[in-house]
């Protein structure tokens, strides 16, 4: 598994302006040029507004802290703000002064900028991943958005550490070949395409909605690249893309819209499980597995006949039988034991570690001491993690991780939801049809921020509003919770979408199956179809046969 072989290629000679991979200047200077005239424009009015606006919704304030000025001057300027709280001069002539509202909202205009050009320089590769994910560390310093120390600790966020570690515990599955012998337990009775998207697809969608989905896409991954190659073997082909975008995508999109199912599907539902509770409105497991789990089997088939449809006929091999496939690979296998055994106990704590302790005790803890005892146990050396992990893909993560923070910190996060609210139609701003438009706004959100950070800076703005749109307040939180499961279009998303693409290589040569753009071209179809599906089956469809409670 050479993977970085391409890395170490000869110095590319020629004009500056020509582009390759990873290096596009054609698309690196206009974007550049704008950016900068941008930057140097005034923020829009609506933008100080919201910066000035004493405890806005959707914004958690520190302490002492009227509005976002007060919170971006708190973690930038601590001296200069505890001296103005204090009424005193600044002791220190060296220390910043404080900024203005105009300045903190020329900073969230800025962060929404980076986030811009960081989400073009990925989706096209006009620089390297690995290159892009460095440059958002840069600006959010040059640009003073964040503190160094504040940087680092986005960059090395739980999600991340997760990551890693899954993709580390992935290399160990599959040198040890215990991937197989999952595959068999999962695939045995899966013995075509159809059968894998019409019965295989929404099994795993409902057990997404109990499981962790970020654990089920990275067992299922090595398992599916195995079948792939095989396949292709069987059939005399060197690769199919449309099989292994059919394979990765489809399980990566399946196991995203499990989340609607139940509360334990992810952090996201705890989180507005939590504001029903604040709102007095309390909502038990069961009663959201009601209103939730009848979309998550529907979705999943519709998801599995979208990407047959589309996929299929582009197939190079003629079928595949992931059963057929994994039995004859455990066949050739060695009696189980050994290394194997030890790796299967791994893997086996490790999940018993992410289901009982729970999100509330991180992913990645548990991910990190696995991979410790991979190494104790001698199942990987550092040379296979070197060559087996793609840590561009961490790394893009990780950035995204840090826009997420600095978005929200800057107040950028409302701005964009509150723009967006102030921009819907009289007619999607009452009763139902404004539950249709949270969800477009989530939907659209949770592709560029994680779910949980979009749930908790919408579950504040949307909730409030059922008092006066007429909406019931269970819909509207249930609308915007439910669509935080539809990040397809973006490869930072979620991680389901990272550990799909960081993952998702050739077995032998390294090469990359999946590139960035067909999370859009694909996944962008499956979250207008998720949006129709719950439009038009469930919130107009059987919410309207439910019984929902008298709030008082």
């Not at 994910?133 to 600790?153: C, H, R």
Request: charge should be neutral; hydrophobic fraction near 55%; proline fraction near 5%.
């Amino acid at each position: 598994m050479a993977y970085h072989s391409a890395a170490t290629t000869a110095v590319q000679t020629g004009s500056i302006w020509k582009s390759r991979p990873g290096y596009k200047p054609l698309i690196i200077v206009p974007a550049a040029i704008l950016f900068f005239v941008l930057v140097i424009m005034p923020a829009p009015k609506s933008m100080i507004d919201l910066v000035s606006m004493e405890k806005p919704s959707g914004y958690s304030l520190p302490s002492d802290c009227r509005n976002i000025t007060d919170s971006v001057n708190k973690k930038l300027s601590p001296a200069a703000f505890n001296a103005a709280q204090k009424g005193e001069p600044l002791a220190d002539s060296h220390e910043k002064g404080l900024l203005t509202e105009t300045d903190a909202a020329q900073l969230a205009k800025v962060m929404l900028l980076i986030f811009c050009l960081a989400v073009l320089f990925w989706g096209t590769e006009a620089l390297p991943l690995g290159a892009t994910d460095l440059l958002v560390a840069v600006m959010l310093y040059v640009f003073s958005i964040l503190p160094m120390q504040e940087i680092g600790k986005a960059y090395m966020s739980d999600a991340v550490f997760f990551i890693f570690g899954i993709l580390v515990v992935a290399v160990g599955v599959a040198k040890t070949g215990l991937d197989k012998r999952i595959g068999l337990i999962l695939l045995s009775r899966i013995h075509s395409a159809k059968g894998f998207a019409l019965i295989f697809m929404p099994l795993l969608a409902i057990s997404a909605s109990f499981l962790s989905e970020h654990a089920l896409v990275a067992l299922l991954i090595p398992v599916l690249l195995g079948v792939y190659k095989v396949t292709c073997k069987m059939h005399g082909v060197e690769k199919d893309r449309a099989l292994a975008i059919f394979l990765l995508l489809g399980v990566c999109f399946a196991a995203n819209h499990g989340g609607p199912g139940s509360p334990a599907a992810g952090g996201r539902n705890a989180i507005m499980v939590g504001y029903f509770m604040q709102q007095g409105v309390p909502l038990s497991f069961l009663q959201w597995m009601k209103y939730g789990m009848p979309f998550v089997p529907l979705m999943g088939v519709v998801i599995g006949a979208y990407m047959y449809i589309r996929l299929k006929p582009k197939f190079i091999v003629k079928d595949m039988n992931p059963g057929e496939v994994v039995k004859s690979e455990v066949a050739r296998m060695p009696k189980f034991g050994g290394q194997e055994a030890l790796m299967a106990g791994i893997l086996i704590l490790l999940v018993a570690a992410w289901v009982i302790l729970g999100e509330h005790s991180g992913l990645g803890g548990p991910t990190l001491y696995a991979v410790l005892a991979m190494f104790l146990g001698r199942i990987i050396t550092w040379d296979d993690v070197q060559e087996g992990v793609a840590f561009d893909v961490v790394g893009l993560y990780a950035a995204a991780t840090a826009m997420g923070v600095a978005l929200k910190f800057t107040g950028g996060a409302l701005w964009l939801a509150t723009s967006f609210v102030s921009i819907l139609p009289d007619f999607m701003a009452k009763g139902d049809m404004l539950v249709i438009g949270v969800s477009i706004l989530t939907g659209t959100m949770t592709n560029f921020m994680s779910d949980g950070a979009t749930v908790a800076a919408l579950g504040p703005i949307v909730l409030p509003m059922a008092a006066l749109s007429g909406a019931h307040v269970w819909k509207l939180g249930l609308a915007c919770a439910f669509s935080s499961s539809f990040a397809n279009f973006l490869v930072v998303g979620t991680p389901n979408n990272a550990i799909a693409f960081g993952m998702g290589r050739d077995p032998v040569t390294g090469e990359r199956l999946l590139d960035i753009m067909d999370f859009v071209k694909y996944g962008l179809p499956v979250t207008i179809l998720a949006w129709l599906v719950l439009w038009f089956w469930t919130i107009l469809g059987y919410w309207q046969f439910m019984s929902w409670p008298v709030m008082k």
